[in-house]
DNA sequence: CCCTTCTGCGTATGTCATACGCGTTATTGC
DNA sequence: GCAATAACGCGTATGACATACGCAGAAGGG
């Protein structure tokens, strides 16, 4: 009754064991004329092409020449299809080149931060993707695995390793939404990305009252929204941020352990 | 053309207006048997009591004992219904009890957003509610603003002020999203949250390769995950990192420039 | 060779958001 | 007062969509 792994404890959703190829085959009715990576890939098409609204049973099916109930033999539900799309769209982490050439956490932390801001600005859908609880997926755990070796040097407790890692994929994930937002409103309307910032700050300028909101006024006032922005500043700045305070913590955890 | 605000330029959805008090009421035809206010309010009870996900058109308008297609008469589509439950759930900031002591930025920033985490945390749903583009509510507006007035004393420049509070607002919002992710997970099966990630350890240690994943099966043979984890443990953590990272952008400045 | 099992898929159901238009009700200009 | 004018409540209709159900045909296994 526990032979399989249907009512083991710790389950997946079914689709997900043929993401990990632990998937025994029925070798028993008629051979699939579809397979769950062109699915999968077709639903990525979709989404890259119309976002991620666009991706529906229906139209996914269409993309693959089926019937949209045909897709059902192979997901159970379009969340389970979501999932797959994420881990297919994010792909396995490459090397970090900052750990093959011996650079410290921070160098190797920075490099893995970026990589895996530049798979979400690659597929800015996947931030529309409903969370579906703590990752299981063959490359989520890639990615979490090589973002706990950039930690490797740093002589963090293992469980501040992963919280560190979840801290700054969490980062990544914040400001690759804002983009994905910016991104939006600029395909909404047809407009430059700078009319859509001139455009918000048009309007803050009209709700912002100087005695009610004098910090947001003194912003406003200072130009400093008004500069035609870096797209990657903000991210810079939050690691840079972040990355100092895990140097604090590295540094005083340092100061009460043993060193590497 | 430009007298009303249909097409000025930096434009809010209608019913947006009503939010900001600037609402010409129409004074013409017969009287409304409705409130936006009751409306939201009935909104975020259905979304407090069944999730979000059972807010439809039709169960809000039940709820306040009207039909249907009568909210139409006060919202412009189900977009504008999830900004105002927004705004109304999250409510405007108390004053920074910090700010008010004479505390220094890290008090007040870490208060604030301690607020703000509370705030997610009573009403978990909103964290579901799919962004629409920057803030520009009144409440939104004065979290913002409070979050710059933390930073008051600190000497950061006007634009840092912003990234900084963003920087954290998100920590806040991504941290409560992992409790919101914990909570449907506890809800949706009948069990308690230790057994849930309980649960979910067991997933992991099939899935993961010590060849492959040294880092995590580390981190697993360490007993870090199973420990009863104290709920506000990964917040505090995550959020003393960044205030690490905050201050020594502040100690930086703070040399280049004159001291409060 | 038949029986089991899996396939693709047509049909049906139920849920939603929302466009449209009708009858009704206040208010305003005369 | 009185008609013209808006705004109101809301019934009906439309069009997506996810997905349950069941059938008919295909492939191996005994």
């Given at each position: 009754?526990a032979?399989?792994?249907?009512?083991?404890?710790?389950?997946?959703?079914?689709?997900?064991?043929?993401?990990?190829?632990?998937?025994?085959?029925?070798?028993?009715?008629?051979?699939?004329?579809?397979?769950?990576?062109?699915?999968?890939?077709?639903?990525?098409?979709?989404?890259?092409?119309?976002?991620?609204?666009?991706?529906?049973?229906?139209?996914?099916?269409?993309?693959?020449?089926?019937?949209?109930?045909?897709?059902?033999?192979?997901?159970?539900?379009?969340?389970?299809?979501?999932?797959?799309?994420?881990?297919?769209?994010?792909?396995p982490?490459?090397?970090?080149?900052?750990?093959?050439?011996g650079?410290g956490?921070?160098?190797?932390?920075?490099?893995?931060?970026?990589?895996?801001?530049?798979?979400?600005?690659?597929?800015?859908?996947?931030?529309?993707?409903?969370?579906?609880?703590?990752?299981?997926?063959?490359?989520?755990?890639a990615?979490?695995?090589?973002?706990?070796?950039?930690?490797?040097?740093?002589?963090?407790?293992?469980?501040?390793?992963?919280?560190?890692?979840?801290?700054?994929?969490?980062?990544?994930?914040?400001?690759?939404?804002?983009?994905?937002?910016?991104?939006?409103?600029?395909?909404?309307?047809?407009?430059?990305?700078?009319?859509?910032?001139a455009?918000?700050?048009r309007?803050?300028r009209?709700?912002?009252?100087?005695?009610?909101?004098?910090?947001?006024?003194?912003?406003?006032?200072?130009?400093?929204?008004?500069?035609?922005?870096?797209?990657?500043?903000?991210?810079?700045?939050?690691?840079?941020?972040?990355?100092?305070?895990?140097?604090?913590?590295?540094?005083?955890?340092?100061?009460?352990?043993?060193?590497?």
């Open positions: 009754m032979e399989k792994s249907s009512s083991g404890g710790g389950d997946l959703p079914a689709s997900l064991e043929a993401a990990w190829g632990l998937r025994d085959r029925p070798a028993k009715g008629p051979k699939p004329g579809l397979s769950l990576e062109r699915i999968v890939a077709a639903a990525v098409d979709v989404a890259s092409a119309d976002g991620l609204a666009a991706v529906s049973m229906g139209r996914v099916a269409q993309e693959v020449g089926a019937s949209t109930m045909s897709l059902y033999r192979y997901v159970s539900a379009k969340d389970e299809l979501y999932v797959l799309m994420q881990e297919a769209a994010f792909g982490p490459e090397p970090l080149s900052a750990l093959e050439s650079a956490w921070r160098e190797a932390l920075a490099e893995w931060a970026s990589a895996q801001r530049d798979r979400l600005h690659a597929h800015l859908w996947l931030l529309r993707i409903p969370v579906g609880g703590p990752p299981a997926t063959p490359n989520s755990l990615w979490w695995e090589q973002g706990i070796q950039a930690l490797e040097g740093s002589g963090l407790a293992e469980g501040d390793k992963t919280s560190v890692v979840l801290l700054v994929s969490n980062f990544v994930r914040s400001e690759a939404a804002l983009m994905a937002d910016l991104a939006a409103a600029v395909t909404a309307r047809g407009v430059s990305p700078d009319e859509v910032t455009s918000y700050e309007t803050l009209r709700l912002v009252d100087p005695d009610r909101h004098p910090g947001i006024s003194r912003l406003l006032e200072s130009g400093a929204m008004s500069e035609p922005d870096d797209p990657d500043y903000e991210f810079t700045f939050g690691l840079e941020r972040l990355l100092d305070g895990v140097g604090a913590l590295i540094r005083k955890t340092d100061g009460g352990a043993e060193p590497a």
